[in-house]
């Protein structure tokens, strides 16, 4: 007979479970504009650019989606080529590089948009009001507890 695990062990399988759901959810959207095979990480870059009225540097972009330059290179490399991202060298440090959505970036802004509503509405999550404005400050209390003993 096999024992029943507490549930706070239980609880973390969805973690990855609901982000392969977000992740998919993503996916399909991005896929349904023309743009098959962009992640989440390719929708937080751009969903960061368009609420940007100045071009962003790589640094910017590395902090906001906590990944590292490296990774966010390649990350807007296949922007770029998606013909979604511009990347001109900065005006302020010639070792950056200025990003900003390009024409075509520009013309999905809205569908962006629409898609980062659909994310966020409490029907996707399936909760309500109530329960988001409990859950939300425990996920970033268990966020920043995992990120500070990772980083010490």
Same mark, same amino acid.
């Given at each position: /007979? #096999?024992?029943?695990?507490? *549930?706070?062990f239980r609880s973390v399988r969805y973690f990855d479970r609901i982000s392969s =759901?977000?992740?998919? !959810? &993503?996916?399909?959207? /991005? =896929?349904k504009l023309g743009y098959p095979g962009l992640t989440t990480s390719h929708?937080? !870059?751009? #969903?960061f650019l368009l609420r940007s009225s100045v071009?962003?540097?790589m640094t910017q972009v590395a902090k906001t989606i906590e990944k590292t330059k490296p990774t966010c290179t390649v990350l807007v490399n296949r922007l770029v080529k998606e013909g979604l991202v511009e990347r001109n060298p900065s005006p302020s440090d010639g070792r950056e590089w200025a990003l900003l959505l390009s024409k075509e970036g520009k013309k999905i802004r809205q569908k962006i &948009? @629409? !898609? @980062?509503a659909k994310l966020l509405s409490l029907q996707t999550w399936g909760i309500s009001k109530?329960? =988001?404005?409990?859950l939300y400050p425990i996920l970033e209390e268990i966020? *920043?507890?995992i990120r500070n003993k990772k980083e010490n």
């Open positions: /007979m #096999t024992r029943e695990l507490p *549930k706070r =759901e977000i992740a998919d !959810i &993503v996916r399909l959207e /991005m =896929e929708f937080e !870059i751009l #969903t071009p962003i540097n &948009v @629409s !898609i @980062s109530e329960n =988001e404005d409990i966020y *920043k507890h």
